[in-house]
């Protein structure tokens, strides 16, 4: 994560910019189970495709920003984690307690990632990549389950 942190830090100071290109994002949930060393991602989470959604995106940065999100919900989920991909968005679903005080604005979101499961990076990063796109990350509860979504524009 301290990798991923500077490298953000490079592109929010726009030392580094957006190697922007059109992929589908099915390829980039890929890659982000690369990053997390998931071989088989069937055994841990589900992948529902109801629209072959394509972004202009850097491939890099937003398999990470994936990677940080399911990531999250794998930790955290009581009950099998999904990523969706629909006409518009991506959504990263968990079964859990509802976040409080979320914010995406600092770093060290310890009322979500807790210090004994991580540092707080992960949103921050997250939210730092999404915005940087020009995308927007939105966080709902409902019913039980944390919803982040990266909406597409």
């Given at each position: 994560?301290?990798?991923?942190?500077?490298?953000?830090?490079?592109?929010?100071?726009?030392?580094?910019?957006?190697?922007?290109?059109?992929?589908?994002?099915i390829d980039i949930i890929d890659n982000a189970f690369d990053l997390l060393l998931i071989e088989d991602p069937g055994?841990?989470?589900?992948?529902?495709?109801?629209?072959?959604?394509?972004i202009e995106a850097d491939y890099?940065?937003?398999s990470i920003a994936l990677k940080n999100?399911?990531?999250?919900?794998l930790k955290?989920?009581?009950?099998?984690?999904?990523?969706?991909?629909?006409?518009?968005?991506?959504t990263v679903r968990s079964s859990g307690e509802k976040v409080e005080n979320l914010s995406f604005e600092k770093p060290f979101n310890r009322k979500y990632e807790g210090s004994e499961k991580g540092l707080g990076?992960?949103?921050?990063?997250?939210?730092?990549?999404?915005?940087?796109?020009g995308y927007a990350l939105l966080y709902e509860y409902v019913e039980g389950e944390n919803l982040f979504t990266i909406m597409a524009a």
């Open positions: 994560l301290l990798g991923e942190f500077t490298k953000i830090e490079r592109v929010t100071s726009n030392a580094m910019h957006l190697n922007r290109k059109k992929y589908r994002v055994e841990m989470i589900d992948v529902e495709v109801q629209h072959n959604l394509e890099e940065l937003m999100l399911i990531d999250n919900a955290y989920s009581r009950e099998r984690a999904v990523v969706s991909v629909e006409r518009d968005r991506i990076f992960g949103l921050y990063i997250t939210q730092n990549i999404v915005t940087k796109h």
